[in-house]
């Protein structure tokens, strides 16, 4: 692996990921979904700061890049195995690197110690592209290192994690947005992937709707696994988000962020 490619992968996920943001922040402020209740400025301020601290922490422990070294190793992983070409690695890791978020993602509902890392996700009390980067730094890391053992197992092509890790940031910032698309386009955009109306039911208060919509990428994995929900019980405008444990101004701080999983 060519030790240029970890910094190609950063400035170009970094670079795409602004441009995403920026322009989703002008889209929700142009046309907003809802009305967010709290005063976006901490919320903002928390939020970004924690994305900037993953960034950070992920940038000095390059995981990704290190499964790659020990797929190398260890023979190259199954797709090399079998010698499939570059284009369907490329696809197949693709779609099992999604299906792997898919089922973290679950996992992280289901195993209390791993939901008190995710609740500080959940626990945003307004739906906006910023909740799309709000996620506890020891999550971060416990997810690169699930991503780290696919990348193994699989031998993923590099290529595949750059547009993989670009694919993610992107639509976790998509699928975030206040943004509300026309009934039709987002109708037949949810048959392949998560749009912010379909995610949207993911943060309802309600855990029985926390319970469905897992999916950050293709919408698929909720259609067949049967975690799909179609709308929010109380509409998307008059939906409570959050988690009620953690309503409170002050929980809206960074320091506070951080410190939610541990009380």
């Not at 903002?44 to 960034?55: I, K, T």
Request: with cysteine; net charge neutral; aromatic share 10%.
């Amino acid at each position: 692996m060519s030790p240029e490619l970890p910094v190609f992968e950063t400035v170009v996920r970094s670079g795409f990921s602004l441009a995403v943001l920026v322009a989703i922040l002008v889209w929700q402020w142009r046309a907003p979904c809802r009305e967010l209740h709290a005063s976006p400025w901490m919320r903002w301020l928390s939020n970004l700061g924690m994305g900037a601290l993953n960034r950070i922490l992920l940038q000095l422990l390059p995981l990704t890049w290190a499964a790659v070294v020990v797929a190398d190793w260890t023979g190259g992983g199954l797709l090399k195995q079998v010698g499939a070409p570059l284009w369907l690695a490329i696809l197949l890791s693709l779609i099992v690197l999604d299906f792997a978020i898919y089922l973290q993602h679950r996992l992280f509902h289901a195993v209390p110690w791993l939901w008190c890392l995710h609740r500080v996700h959940h626990s945003d009390t307004d739906f906006d592209v910023t909740t799309g980067v709000r996620f506890h730094p020891l999550e971060a890391m416990v997810s690169m290192l699930i991503k780290l053992v696919v990348v193994v197992v699989l031998g993923t092509p590099v290529i595949a994690i750059v547009i993989f890790e670009v694919m993610l940031n992107a639509m976790s910032l998509f699928n975030h947005g206040n943004v509300q698309l026309p009934g039709a386009l987002d109708a037949t955009l949810r048959r392949v992937i998560v749009t912010p109306d379909m995610h949207r039911v993911h943060h309802s208060i309600h855990h029985q709707e926390q319970q469905h919509n897992f999916g950050f990428n293709l919408s698929w994995w909720d259609r067949w696994l049967g975690t799909y929900q179609d709308q929010p019980v109380d509409g998307h405008r008059g939906m409570l988000i959050g988690v009620d444990q953690f309503r409170a101004d002050d929980e809206r701080r960074l320091y506070r962020l951080l410190s939610q999983p541990f009380r």
